[in-house]
């Protein structure tokens, strides 16, 4: 087999030896722009997935902290120190309009109101009549823990929405 340089007279290879040499900087200068603004995709996708992991574990340890309090669970304590994590790191990952930490903030307070403990406190700390007052409130509040969930479930859906995620990335 003949070598191309044995086929071509020496002006053709000096021509190509000139549009090789004009033209393969651009063609580089193109494919590392190329490969640079992949690797910018794949970093934005790669923080929104980060975002993503830690709103969904917000809700998550809410949905079970809620449960908790509402259920007069035995684990409510731990269920506590997870939601009070979570529930301070969620202010830096809410925009303050939706009002999502708010809304945690008043199911904080409600499942601190409503508690076996704070029941059990309150009963022990109250004559019968002012416990009888009292009841009403807590049993109000324990209920009231559930539509705030689904309040929740409503301002955190736009967060959760994963749909943008660009299939070609499979």
Known sequence: MALPTETCTPTQ????????????????????????????????????????????AIYEVTVAFAASAMNQQANYALQQDAFMAKYREAQFLFR????????????????????????????????????AEIAPKIAQRRNGLAAHVVELEKRIAPYLEFKRFDSRWR
């Open 13 to 56: 290879v000096a021509g190509f030896a000139s549009l090789l040499k004009d033209y393969l900087p651009i063609f580089i200068t193109a494919v590392v722009a190329f490969i640079g603004w992949k690797q910018h995709r794949i970093e934005r996708e790669k923080v929104r997935l980060s975002l993503y992991e830690k709103r969904y």
């Open 96 to 131: 303050s309009e939706d009002g999502i930490y708010e809304l945690l903030e008043t199911i904080r307070h409600d499942a601190l109101f409503s508690s076996a403990w704070s029941e059990d406190v309150l009963r022990n700390s109250r004559s019968p009549e002012e416990f």
